[in-house]
C-alpha cells in the first residue's frame, strides 16, 4: 500500500540549532516527493520537491532534503532553525500524473529561545 | 506564478443549511483540483478529485451527496456541503494542477467551516 510515514509527531528544537524532520514512504513505483509547510489557520506551501536527478534538493528558507531510495526515506534538514520556522511539516509522495498526493500525518515543529 | 485561492476564507452556517466553497485558479487553467479535508492536528484526507467538465472522482468513504463538487469551468471548482451538521465543521483545502500529467499541486489557504 501507498503511504507516507513521519514518525515524529512533534518536535522542539532550540533557536539556531540544526534540524531533521524524518520522512519515510512506501510506494510501489518511482516517488515523486515533496515538502510542505502549513503555518496556523493557513494553506500548504511547498518548501520543495524531488522529481529525479540529484538526491541532495534544496529549498526555499534555507530547507534541503535528501532523497535515499535505499532507506525509502526522503528527510528534511535546516542547519539553523529560526523562529519563524515553528509550523507544520508534511510530507507527501505522489506517483503517477494527474493523480492526488498522499500525506503523511505531519510534525509540528516548535521553536525555543 | 501558480496562485490558488479560496472563498470564503472562514464561514458559520447553522446546522440544516448549506454552504458553498470557491476554489479559483487564479493565473493558470487547472485542469484537475483536488479538494482535501483537514481535522485538528490532523492530516489532509482527500475527499475528491475534480476534473473539468467531468464528474468528481470521490474517495472511500466521502459522501458525494453531502459533498457536492463542480468543476464548471478551468478556473473555478466549488465544494457545496450540503445539509450541513457539526461533524462536517473542518478545515478545506483544495489544490489545483495546471496539466493533466503534471505532478505538482498548488493548494489554496483553506477554508475554515464551522457549523453551529
Known amino acids: 500500500a501507498q503511504s507516507v510515514t513521519q514518525p515524529d509527531i512533534h518536535i522542539t528544537v532550540s533557536e539556531g540549532a540544526s534540524l531533521e524532520l524524518r520522512c519515510n514512504y512506501s510506494?510501489?513505483?518511482?516517488?515523486?516527493l515533496f515538502w510542505y509547510v502549513q503555518s496556523p489557520g493557513q494553506g500548504l506551501q511547498l518548501l520543495l520537491k524531488y522529481f529525479s536527478g540529484d538526491t541532495l534538493v534544496q529549498g526555499i528558507k534555507g530547507f534541503e532534503a535528501e532523497f535515499k531510495r535505499s532507506q525509502s526515506s526522503f528527510n528534511l534538514r535546516k542547519p539553523s532553525v529560526h523562529w519563524s520556522d515553528a509550523a507544520e511539516y508534511f510530507c507527501?509522495?505522489?506517483?503517477?500524473?494527474?493523480?492526488?498526493?498522499?500525506f503523511g500525518k505531519g510534525t509540528t515543529l516548535s521553536v525555543s529561545s | 506564478g501558480a496562485v490558488v485561492s479560496q472563498h470564503p476564507s472562514r464561514v458559520i452556517c447553522k446546522s440544516g443549511t448549506s454552504v458553498k466553497i470557491e476554489c479559483r485558479s487564479l493565473?493558470?487553467?487547472?485542469?484537475?483540483m483536488f479538494w482535501y479535508r483537514q481535522f485538528p492536528k490532523k492530516s489532509l484526507m482527500l475527499m475528491a478529485t475534480s476534473n473539468e467538465g467531468s464528474k468528481a472522482t470521490y474517495e472511500q468513504g466521502v459522501e458525494k451527496d453531502k459533498f457536492l463538487i463542480n468543476h464548471a469551468s478551468l478556473t473555478l471548482s466549488t465544494l457545496t456541503v450540503t445539509s450541513a451538521h457539526p461533524e462536517d465543521s473542518s478545515f478545506y483545502i483544495c489544490?489545483?494542477?495546471?496539466?493533466?500529467?503534471?505532478?505538482?499541486?498548488?493548494f489554496g489557504p483553506g477554508t475554515r467551516l464551522t457549523v453551529t
Open positions: 489544490s489545483a494542477r495546471k496539466e493533466r500529467s503534471s505532478y505538482e499541486q498548488y
Open positions: 510506494y510501489g513505483a518511482t516517488p515523486y
Open positions: 493565473d493558470f487553467q487547472a485542469t484537475t
Open positions: 507527501a509522495v505522489g506517483g503517477q500524473a494527474g493523480t492526488a498526493l498522499i
